[in-house]
């Protein structure tokens, strides 16, 4: 998470308002669809979408088995919908428009977590949701949940400079403006291919609600993304609220409320527990209703 001094650029820059599971078969990105049911889900992102979790070994074969499950595939099997995964972890809202853009592990650097994925394709993860829309127009409902790599990149870069502070000064106007751009672009291009269904976009919460480093960092997102919404006929579920009551008990943390993955030694992983990914679902199905 960023130090204090890089959230208070953040606090800055929201005065200006910048700031398988699923798929019983794999489907390629050239032919993406099966005959359309009128009742697909498609839910696209990162490794929250995903449901990744260190426990597993990550290989094509335990993808397959299921052994990653996150909140959307708790939304299908609770809605009755037919879910198709294309979140990859380490996707940002940049490499999810274009591939050979940088990214958090999707296909740059490693793990390369685009060699096992729930769903098969090789061109970006937009392109392959206009295929699938197009040959599923029946589709119900998508969310959208990117962001929070765009933010850890940047940590990563600065991380190693000679001075850190002032590069993330520098940095962080860039890359809020970057986020909100690729966002509009990618809501855009989905209502453009003639989606008319349920778009959700999600916010992310802290690991530690009693942390403002966090805390600001995140509702800059968060709010951006709120604005981006509502000007682009999306709706939001707001994971950081949701997850904000259920901590209150666990004086706003979520490890002590088993919300992340516990690992063997005790502490938690930063990738939400099922139990996360069911709060997290509810936050959703309650948002359709």
Known sequence: MFKLSLALCCLSLLSIGACKSSNDSKTDSANPASKPTGNEYLALGDSIAFGYSPLPPYTQESVDQGLFVGYPEVIAKNMGLTLTSAACPGETTSSFIDPTKIDNGCRTAE??????????????????????????????????????????????????????????????????????????????????????????ATTQPPLDYKDPIQQVALITIRNEIVVLASLTGAKVADFFETMRVATEPFNGLLCDGDFLIRMPDGTCDKHPSLKGAEIAAKTVMDLLK
């Open 111 to 200: 793990p390369r977590f685009h060699k096992a994925l729930k769903v098969n394709y090789q061109s970006s993860q937009l392109d392959f949701a206009l295929k699938f829309l197009k040959e599923h127009p029946g589709t119900r409902l998508v969310t959208i949940n990117l962001g929070g790599n765009d933010l850890l990149l940047l940590q990563t870069l600065c991380d190693k400079e000679a001075n850190p502070l002032l590069c993330k000064l520098s940095q962080i106007p860039k890359a809020t403006l970057t986020l909100a751009d690729n966002y509009i672009k990618i809501i855009r291009a989905i209502r453009d291919a003639g989606y008319k269904g349920d778009l959700v």
